[in-house]
Nanobody, 118 residues
Framework: VQLVESGGGLVQPGGSLSVSCAAS????????LNWYRQAPGKEREFVAV????????NYAESVKGRFTITRANYKNTVYLQMNSLKAEDTAVYYC????????????WGQGTQVTVSS
């Protein structure tokens, strides 16, 4: 099983960035896909989740209206589009696969760094 995030980087406050996660080694279309993040000195926190078929999504209050999670099952890839970025969005972003929307993830990626700074 592999989940490989990419697309992180440095962006100015108010800017946009998209990160993606390519999966292999399991039946991608059967799993809900999550994004979590961990800022320095803080615990890992939930960001967003999308159901296996893509029809349902949930977001943390802190990112609602700014972030959008999507998936392309034919490419085994999940995306997180981040707009109106703030300094407090700075974190390592992880994708994670779970058996359902409210399940603890079974598989995790290694993370990609997103830094919001001027």
């Amino acid at each position: 099983v592999q989940l490989v995030e990419s697309g992180g980087g440095l962006v100015q406050p108010g800017g946009s960035l998209s990160v993606s996660c390519a999966a292999s080694g399991f039946t991608f279309s059967s799993y809900a896909l999550n994004w979590y993040r961990q800022a320095p000195g803080k615990e890992r926190e939930f960001v967003a989740v999308i159901s296996s078929g893509g029809g349902r999504t949930n977001y943390a209050e802190s990112v609602k209206g700014r972030f959008t999670i999507t998936r392309a099952n034919y490419k085994n890839t999940v995306y997180l589009q981040m707009n109106s970025l703030k300094a407090e969005d700075t974190a390592v972003y992880y994708c994670a696969a779970a058996r359902g929307l409210d399940y603890v993830p079974d598989y995790w990626g290694q993370g990609t760094q997103v830094t919001v700074s001027s």
